[in-house]
Every structure is written in structure tokens, then in C-alpha cells.
């Protein structure tokens, strides 16, 4: 019924419909079938409702959906004391670190120093409900608290009235609900746009901005110069202005010298005394808490008595406990006034998670769901605001440090929160005193790791020197611009690339020879040459490849590939098969028939004028060298078949179709009266094959001989069944498949042979070897196999015979189909 009111639809609406494939229902077995026992296969046509199937979440999957979206659930129950153990020392360990960074970044950020403890305090306390990564520490980061400064110190030049804590808790609600959305609808895979080469320029370009705007703070400069501008600009300030340095100098310098200094001192002893690596680890992870408790009691001892007047700058007040806890405010208008740093802000949020939580699950062997870790640090970015945390994401320096101290799971964040909210609460009278030259100290040294050294640029030149390129561009243009200008280049540049080798795709059009595969180590005569005869030097038999005519591929030129047959062209796309690329495929394939091969009937044209304006025809020259011309032009061939071979093609669309048929049009005008045939192998998806054979292919046209078809077999062991029962309607499957089949006068080549083509009467000696017997049992009148516990069967449906499996099956139906042309010729004459 519905199929009715569709063919009468598309007929109201002058729709002409793809006529179904001819598939008769009679069948009359000749003398000797070679297809009695073969399961034949009609390939069904995929439908919109298909589509929707595919597509439609099973219930399963919605199950699995939400199980997932809490992982805490696979490993919780599985939990132990040794894992409690690793956890704990771990936990402890990122807390002593991120106490001090935490605060830091937070001034960093242009907010009081407790913000920094707030946010540290959320970030890991929320992120092991949801974590796919064990090693990564979600909190304040150099980068992102950069960001928020300047995003800041932008709205608060425009609206001074909002404060600097509405403006970083709203970004983070606006951040974390955009990453949470990111992540439910199952979108993490959008970070897979950012390449290598834009995440690199980011760190390292972001790293040096930051160390530049922090030199300031450490020497204690008291000119008033922006730290926030680009960054060569605040190098020139800073060496301008180094005459007003104070004593906050002395407070910084020797603390850097000392940080560097440590970790230089437990390097030398990890490598000097191996068997004591992991003391050494754990004094050059505690050097930053030991450096800040060190000088903390120097300005303790110096400023005891002058608070109201330090000798150097102090960190000052910080109060206890959660006392900017609260509904943060957040309003349309607040969201307006940074609404156009938000992609910087959420692509930073995002860049440097992935990033890192990826690389260390590749070192310690396990693998993160990027959707997944959307949620996380979405969810810590909505809820962080509520105890006055701003953005935070995760951090290279910690998630070292987790990963070299043992952690066992993510509940090491558990710990690390503890630790963080017993310094919230216990240690606030102690933060008064620290130096803020020696925190910037800190900020410097922990960001300098990920600046990149230039042998990851040398490196990224070896692999690929447009990726170089990338990268030192993406650097230059943070350091004399902007971090959000620097991110936007490069990623831009990254996906103009790859645009551009996406639609610069060439393709290779291929050639044969013979090969050998040789096994084991063989002495070479006297010739300098290998006897392939023997059994002992071969694996197996001859067999065909087929490579790259201009040995793009890097094969040895000195093969000489032959083009299989004179007049057929195998070529092999090489980059999908769109909009983008699909005019580069084809004036690619159709000007290289063009220069290999001659118009079937040159003189096709009644007369001069009937010739179109862009082919006028050779000009008239000396009679030598006319002559000349056309004895070059006579011995080449005439264009017969192509075979395009799909294998790196996975969707096509209308423009990539549209130009196959114009194609298709052009060349059976230059090879008229003949038609050229297409042959497709390697078509790896269904809805392709449903656009080809909507545009004609995949199947003989109506003006074609049907004859010269191949079919490809497979067979398989059935295993321990006895039997296996057929259902009505595969037999009548078969039985229009046999009849289709005869109809069509094809041939069958099976997998496991290197043979073209294979004469009917082997065909059905070797089928009836390998396959079982069929018979009815009584009563039931069912049709039974029985015997051997083979089967063989169509790999592809008969009713889409231009479609191969491979190479060769395409190029033995060519073949076939020429040599039968030739003798119908032949015959006629």
C-alpha cells in the first residue's frame, strides 16, 4: 500500500523513479548447473528506514548511556586497601602542591588568592564522579587564569560596576554549561579538529605570555606598565623599567634560583642513586610547598611587627573558611558584556584537558572518553561558582606529579579536596605572610615546562614541515598579539591545510605485476638472483599487485608496472570522494585517459564544422609530420573500461555522483560508438553504493551486453552443525538468483583462487567439492544440507554485478566481458 501511494506521489510530482533491478522468478536449470548449491545473495537496497534504525538508540544504549556517564561505577566496587594506599599518597601530594598554585593562579586571574583554594576545592572534589582519567587534576590553571584576568580587566573597563568575582563565576556557569552540553550530545570528538601542531603553539606561545607578565611581580617593579598587553610589548617594559625593582627581588629571584635548583639536585640524585628514585621524586614534587613554607618564615621573621608597612610585598588577608559561598549572580547582561571571549575561554577550557588527560593514558595504558571528560569539567565549572570558584580545568604540572606519585584512581582527588579545605580552614593566618614575588616565582617555574623546546619543532619538521610552520606561526602571532588571536590562527590555519589536501586529493591510477613473497634468509647465485621455482623460497604462489604508476607510494621505480589490459584503467582514490575534491579526481582520471588513449572513430564527424569548439582537431602541417602524428595516435588504445577502487572512500555525496556521471557522458561520447564500462571494487558502505546505483552504476546499462559478468564466491566451514535448514524465502532467493544469474550469462570467481575467470565446468566441479548436498526430509518436505560442512555463497549480490570485492575480481569481469565482445564481433563478421 505505501509503496503505491509513493510510486503515485513521485508520478504527481514528475518524479522518475530508479527502475528496481531485473530479478526474475522462473528458473530453469540447464544440463549441468554450476550454481545449484551456491546461497545466492540479492543485495537489498538501504531505505531511509535504515537509516533511522541506525541511527535510533537501542534501548540498550540508552542504558548504557546513562551507566556510563557515572565510570565510578565499573571500578568502586572493586576498590581496596593497596589502591586507598596510592590514592592517599598521591592526593596528599597534589594538595601540598596546588595549595600555593591555587592562590597564585588566583591572583593571576585578578581575584583574591582564596579563590584559587576555592576553585581547587570543587575541581577535584567533582571531578572522580565522572572521570575517565585517573591521573588528571582538575583546578586553576596559568593559562585559563590568564584568560579570566583579561577578560576581567576588558568588562571592567566598559561596566566597572561589576565586580571582578560576578564576572569569573559567570564565565564559568556560561563555560561549564557550553562544555556539558558538549558532552551529553556526545561531541567530544570536536576536539579531535585541533591538531598537534595548534595545541603546541598554544602551550608554548600561552607559557611564554604568562612567565613574560609575571618577571614584573617577581623583580617587584613599582613602575605602572599593563602585564595583560602582547607579549613582546611587556618584555620591552620589563627591561625598561628593571631600575625600579625593590627588595621584593631578592624574594623572588633566589626563590626561582631555588625551585630549578632543587629539581636540578633530585634529577642528578634519581640518576646518580637509582634505587632511591622515588625519595628523590617526592622531594622535587614537594619543593614548591618547601620553598613557600621557607620563605614564608623569612617574611614572617622581617614583618612581624610591620604588617601596615612590609618590607616587601605580602599575599595579605585571606579569610577562612567558604565566606564567598553563594547563588553567583548571573544575568543576560553579564553574559553580553565577555559574550565574545566565550570560544577562547571554552576552547582553552577544553585544549588542555584533553591534551593531557589523552597523553597520559596512552604512557599508563588506558584510554579517556573525550565526551566524557566534557561532562566532568563542565559539571566542576557549574557547580565551582556556588563556593566562589572561577573556570578551571586540568593542569599538566599536577597531573605529573599525580601520575609519578602512584595514583591507583580518581578518588585521589577526594584526598587532594580534604587537603585543600583543611588549609582553607587551618592555615589562612600563615598565608598573610607569604611573598607575592616568590608566588609569581612559583607561576614562572611551574609554566616553563610547557614551553616546548625546539626539538619537538625539529621533530614536527621531520614529520610534516607545514605543521612546523603552523606551529612557529601560531607562537609569533600570541607573542605580538593576543593568546585568543593566537588560538584562532592557528587552528584556522590547521583546518585550511587540511582543507586544502582534502581537495588537492589525487588520486593514482594503477599498474600490475607479478610478486613473490620470500621467506627466511636466501644465498643469491653468481646472477645475483633468486630461484622462486623452489617451494622452500616461496610462501605461496604468484599472485598480483597492484601499485602506483609514478610510484608515489615510494615502491622501487625500477619495477616496471604494466597496465593489465590494453584500454582499462584502474584508478584509486586516495582521500574520500566529496564536493571538495571530486572535480580534482576527475580532470585528473579524464585528462590521463585522455593522453593514453585515442578516440575510437576519429572521423566522426561528418563535417569541420560539426566539430565542437574546444576539440578543432590537429592543424594542417607538413605531410612528415602529420604522418608522424597519426602513427603515434594509432598505437595507442582505445578507452574500453575504468575500475575506480573506493577503498579510502567512505560517504560520497550529490557533487561527487553528479561529476561521475558528467564524466560518464563525456567519455561515451569520446569512445561512441562503444560504451566505456564501469567497474567499482572495495565499496565499503551501503549508502554509497545506493548513490551509485541511483546515478546508473553498479549494474550493466540497458544498452549494454549483459554477458562477460563475474561473480565472486566465499566459502566457510560450518562448524559442528549437522545441518542447517533453509526458510522459504531464501530458497526462492535462491532460485531468482539462479535465474537472474543464467539470465545474465555470468561467471563465478571465488576468493581463494588467483584465477580471472574460471570455465563453467570447473566452476561446478569445485563447488561440488566444497559445498554439502541438499535434500528433503520426509514429512517435513524442508530442504536439508548434508555431507561435508562447507558453504559457499555470493559475497556480493548478483543484482550489482559492477561492484567487486577486490581488484582482480573487478578486472577478470572486464576482461571476460572484453574477450566476449570480441568474439561477438568476431561471429558477426
Known amino acids: ?418 587537603v585543600v579545605l583543611l588549609a582553607i580552614y587551618a592555615l589562612p593566618a600563615l598565608f598573610f605572610f607569604i611573598p607575592s614575588s616568590s608566588l609569581s616565582a612559583v607561576i614562572v617555574h611551574a609554566v616553563g615546562d610547557l614551553i616546548a623546546p625546539p626539538s619537538t619543532i625539529y621533530r614536527f619538521w621531520q614529520v610534516a614541515p607545514l605543521d612546523a610552520i603552523i606551529c612557529l606561526v601560531g607562537i609569533v602571532v600570541i607573542i605580538f598579539s593576543t593568546i585568543e588571536i593566537g588560538i584562532y590562527c592557528t587552528i584556522c ?28 634468509d636466501h644465498l643469491l647465485d653468481d646472477s645475483s638472483t633468486i630461484d622462486l621455482t623452489k617451494n622452500d623460497y616461496t610462501q605461496s604462489a604468484p599472485r598480483s599487485l597492484y601499485l602506483p604508476i609514478s610510484h608515489a607510494d615510494g615502491s622501487n621505480p625500477a619495477i616496471q608496472l604494466v597496465q593489465p589490459t590494453p584500454g582499462v584503467f584502474i584508478y584509486r582514490l586516495s582521500d574520500g570522494f566529496n564536493y571538495p575534491n571530486a572535480n580534482h579526481y576527475t580532470d585528473h582520471l579524464v585528462q590521463h585517459i585522455f593522453d593514453h588513449t585515442r578516440r575510437t572513430d576519429p572521423a566522426s564527424y561528418a563535417k569541420p564544422g560539426d566539430r565542437p569548439w574546444n576539440d578543432p582537431g590537429p592543424r594542417a602541417r607538413k605531410n612528415v609530420e602529420r604522418s608522424t602524428m597519426e602513427d603515434s595516435s594509432a598505437s595507442q588504445p582505445i578507452l574500453r573500461a575504468i575500475i575506480l577502487d573506493f577503498s579510502a572512500v567512505n560517504n560520497v555525496d550529490i557533487s561527487a555522483i553528479q561529476n561521475l556521471i558528467d564524466v560518464r557522458k563525456q567519455l561515451d561520447r569520446y569512445a561512441a560508438p562503444n560504451l566505456v564500462q564501469w567497474h567499482f571494487a572495495h565499496v565499503n558502505n551501503k549508502w554509497s553504493k545506493r548513490a551509485l546505483v541511483a546515478a546508473g552504476f553498479g549494474r550493466p546499462l540497458p544498452s549494454e551486453s549483459p554477458q562477460g559478468r563475474v561473480v565472486d564466491l566465499a566459502e566457510w566451514d560450518e562448524g559442528q552443525v549437522d545441518g542447517t535448514t533453509l526458510r522459504p524465502n531464501d530458497a526462492e532467493s535462491q532460485a531468482s538468483g539462479k535465474g537472474w544469474i543464467e539470465k545474465q550469462g555470468m561467471q563465478t570467481t571465488t576468493t581463494t583462487t588467483t584465477q580471472a575467470a574460471l570455465d563453467e565446468s570447473d566452476v561446478s566441479s569445485d563447488i561440488e567439492n566444497v559445498i554439502p548436498t541438499m535434500h528433503q526430509v520426509p514429512h517435513t518436505g524442508e530442504t536439508v544440507l548434508e555431507g561435508p560442512r562447507r558453504r559457499i555463497a555470493m559475497v556480493g549480490g548478483v543484482n550489482r554485478p559492477h561492484f567487486h570485492a577486490d581488484l582482480p575480481g573487478a578486472l577478470a569481469a572486464v576482461n571476460k566481458s572484453l574477450e566476449e565482445e570480441v568474439g561477438t564481433s568476431s561471429s558477426k563478421l
Open 493 to 520: 590555519m590547521s583546518l585550511a591545510v587540511l582543507l586544502f589536501r582534502i581537495a588537492k586529493a589525487r588520486g593514482q591510477f594503477l599498474g600490475q605485476v607479478q610478486i613473490h613473497s620470500v621467506i627466511g
Open 1 to 418: 500500500m505505501l509503496s503505491k501511494i509513493g510510486r503515485l506521489a513521485a508520478k504527481l510530482l514528475g518524479i522518475e523513479l530508479t527502475p528496481s533491478d531485473p530479478i526474475p522468478t522462473t528458473h530453469k536449470p540447464g544440463a549441468r548447473d554450476a550454481y545449484e548449491h551456491v546461497d545466492y545473495y540479492l543485495e537489498p537496497e538501504p531505505t531511509l528506514g535504515d537509516w533511522v534504525r541506525e541511527h535510533t538508540p537501542s534501548g540498550r544504549a540508552v542504558r548504557h548511556y546513562f551507566y556510563h556517564m557515572f565510570p565510578f561505577w565499573q571500578w568502586i566496587w572493586s576498590y581496596n586497601m593497596q589502591w586507598f594506599i596510592g590514592d592517599m599518597i598521591a592526593g596528599i601530594t597534589v594538595g601540598a602542591v596546588v595549595i600555593p598554585q591555587g592562590m597564585a593562579y588566583a591572583i593571576l586571574a585578578k581575584l583574591p588568592a582564596e579563590y584559587g583554594l576555592y576553585s581547587s576545592f570543587m575541581g577535584v572534589l567533582i571531578y572522580w564522579f565522572f572521570a575517565t582519567s585517573k591521573d588528571i587534576t582538575i583546578g586553576p590553571v596559568a593559562v585559563m587564569s590568564t584568560l579570566v584576568g583579561t577578560i576581567i580587566i576588558d568588562t571592567q573597563e566598559k561596566y566597572p560596576d561589576i565586580e571582578a568575582t560576578t564576572i569569573a563565576g559567570a564565565l564559568a556557569i556560561v563555560c561549564g554549561a557550553i562544555v556539558t552540553f558538549l558532552g551529553l550530545t556526545r561531541l567530544g570528538f570536536i576536539v579531535d579538529f585541533i591538531p598537534l601542531p595548534a595545541i603546541t603553539a598554544f602551550m608554548t606561545g600561552s607559557a611564554i605570555n604568562v612567565c613574560a607578565g609575571q618577571i614584573k611581580t617577581v623583580l617587584g617593579e613599582t613602575a605602572s606598565f599593563s602585564t595583560r598587553g602582547a607579549t613582546y610589548k611587556v618584555i620591552i617594559d620589563t627591561l625598561r623599567y628593571l631600575p625600579t625593582s625593590q627588595m621584593d627581588a631578592a624574594m623572588g629571584l633566589t626563590a626561582l634560583a631555588m625551585l630549578y635548583g632543587i629539581r636540578s639536585a633530585c634529577n642528578y640524585g634519581s640518576r646518580k642513586y637509582p634505587h632511591k628514585a622515588k625519595v628523590f621524586f617526592f622531594l622535587s614534587t614537594l619543593r614548591t610547598v618547601f620553598v613557600i613554607l621557607f620563605y614564608t618564615m623569612i617574611s614572617a621573621a622581617v614583618n612581624l611587627h610591620r604588617r601596615h608597612n612590609p618590607a616587601f610585598k605580602l599575599l595579605g588577608k585571606v579569610p577562612y573558611g567558604f565566606q564567598h559561598a553563594g547563588v553567583p549572580k548571573i544575568s543576560v547582561d553579564i553574559i553580553r558584556t565577555f559574550a565574545h571571549e566565550l570560544p577562547a575561554a571554552v576552547i582553552v577550557l577544553v585544549i588542555e584537558h584533553i591534551a593531557i588527560s589523552k597523553s597520559f593514558g596512552r604512557v599508563n595504558n588506558y584510554t579517556i572518553d573525550p565526551s566524557q571528560e566534557f561532562i566532568a569539567i563542565g559539571i566542576a565549572n557549574l557547580l565551582g561558582p556556588f563556593l566562589g570558584g572561577y573556570p578551571a580545568t586540568g593542569s599538566f604540572s599536577r597531573t605529573a606529579i599525580k601520575a609519578k606519585a602512584g595514583v591507583r584512581t580518581p578518588l585521589a582527588g577526594v584526598i587532594t579536596a580534604v
